[in-house]
């Protein structure tokens, strides 16, 4: 986790030579450093609203003072800090997979992404309640999100476990399309998993593609992306290095975003050089599609198709 600061606050901390910093706030903030055996603070970075800065590494051993604006700033300072915790912004490990069927481990399920790709219709049964209160540490009344992606050719179906673990909603994910599901601790060795088809996000003003072109980091960034146009649109996402260069991004860390093609015919998102796409690029007419980008490594990404039907 981040650390934070109260809009207005101050924090020190002393940071060792070649220590990085990364500084994020939805207001300016101010970052000194006083190297040690000096009297004086030198301020060496302001951070834009919305956008994280990072002081390079640092020469000598300092002591850093930042100093918030008018709202909280979170930071981290390291070898390799990162800011996880901002709006837009999760850590994502590698996708667990699930290829025959069999159980749908905790593990799995905790890595936020499921994949899928075998010819074999697949039954992942989730675990049992016991199972999962040894697994994590939940508050009755917490829970987590987690997508299936499918890109086999026959079903995924998620099912309750034999005690403990039920299933509230449709469990089938469909050849060629995902799934989010949020799991809750409702008492101790007790939780249900329901299907979802999203949550509440800050949401700005919509993007737009209405012609073949890149899809830029941009107008992924944006969290929705509209066409209208009644041509076939296809949308190459940005390369890896492109996306490095628009966006702060650490290894790990990714952000959703939807596709809604109310045009006459076929959006298409595919691959870009240092940029895949897993599962089916299509959004049809007249539907939507919820996709994930992930940073796997320097100008490098994936971006996984969450939910949604494709043709």
């Known amino acids: 986790m981040s650390n934070r600061i109260g809009p207005h606050g101050t924090a020190l901390f002393d940071a060792a030579a070649s220590d990085v910093i990364h500084v994020y706030s939805r207001d300016s903030a101010k970052v000194y450093t006083k190297p040690t055996g000096t009297q004086v603070f030198g301020l060496v970075g302001t951070s834009v609203d919305g956008i994280e800065l990072v002081i390079s590494a640092l020469s000598a051993a300092a002591e850093v003072r930042i100093e918030a604006g008018g709202n909280e700033v979170l930071y981290n300072w390291g070898v390799a800090p990162a800011v996880l915790d901002r709006r837009g912004l999760r850590g994502q490990g590698a996708p667990g997979a699930l290829n025959a ?14 994949t899928s790709t075998t010819a074999a219709a697949t039954v992942g049964t989730v675990p049992t309640g016991t199972v999962m209160d040894a697994a994590l540490e939940m508050e009755i009344g917490e829970s987590f999100d987690w997508t299936v992606v499918n890109t086999g050719p026959k079903v995924f179906t998620v099912i309750a476990a034999a005690s403990g673990h039920t299933v509230v909603g449709a469990g089938g994910v469909d050849t060629i399309i995902s799934a989010l599901f949020r799991t809750r601790k409702t008492a101790a060795a007790t939780y249900i998993t329901y299907r979802l088809a999203g949550g509440l996000r800050g949401q700005g003003a919509p993007s737009a593609l209405n012609a073949t072109g890149t899809l830029t980091a941009a107008l992924m960034a944006s969290g929705i992306v509209t066409s209208t146009t009644g041509a076939a649109t296809v949308a190459t996402v940005d390369t890896g290095t492109a996306m490095d260069t628009a966006l702060p991004m650490q290894v790990g860390e990714s952000f959703d975003w939807a596709a809604i093609n109310t045009g006459g015919n076929t959006f298409t998102v595919t691959a870009a050089a240092g940029h895949t796409l897993v599962g ?26 969450l939910a949604g039907d494709g043709a």
């Open 101 to 114: 069927t069999g159980a749908l481990t905790a593990a799995m399920i905790l890595s936020g992404l499921v």
């Open 280 to 305: 089916i690029g299509i959004v049809v007419t007249a539907t939507s599609a919820l996709f994930r980008t992930r940073k796997t490594a320097a100008n490098t990404f994936i971006t996984y198709k």
